[in-house]
């Protein structure tokens, strides 16, 4: 044993002492190591960041509508993750079941229907019935959609062939959120 410093209020030190306060051994090796712990609890999964987009119209715009239908255009403030605009249509690159939700608001009343379509073809859960003559419109609805494919709102006239003018401000809005994933084979 060596003396690691000198204490002088130890009565031992100075005299060869093994005292704990001043006088220290050589170390010891490392001893061996221990067994392996027990696995804790799986942690909570991976973070889901769901696609969405929410698109709008903000110009007065007025959309020729007749029996083919005409798509509306989504291309202001847009923020998107998953779902990209293409001018009147929104493309998906995430495959999924969506929350849709859309807003029409004219500023005349028409007969109208008013849907989504995907690839061209009709959402059926999407459509919205307006023979009587209606401004404003609202809809939401769950659909399953795959990477590629191509949304469009449509607006069509219903027994006219007629101009629809959009209101200012917002006169359409559509938001998509996906709400879980859809597995494709």
Known sequence: MSHSSFNPDCPHCGCGCTCPCCCQGATGATGATGATGVTGAT?????FLPAYLTA?????????INHHGAAIPMHDNVMQHGLTTLGNSIKVHTSGIYLVNYELH???QIPLDLYLTKNGVLVSQSKICAPVGESDFSHGFLADFKTGDILS?????VGINTDACLREG?????????????HHC
């Open 56 to 64: 709008c119209n903000t110009t007065e715009a007025i959309i020729p």
């Open 153 to 157: 709102l449509m607006i069509y006239g």
């Open 43 to 47: 942690g909570p999964a991976g973070g």
């Open 170 to 182: 917002v006169g359409a809005i559509i938001n998509f959120v996906q709400v879980g994933y859809q």
């Open 106 to 108: 004219l500023t005349a």
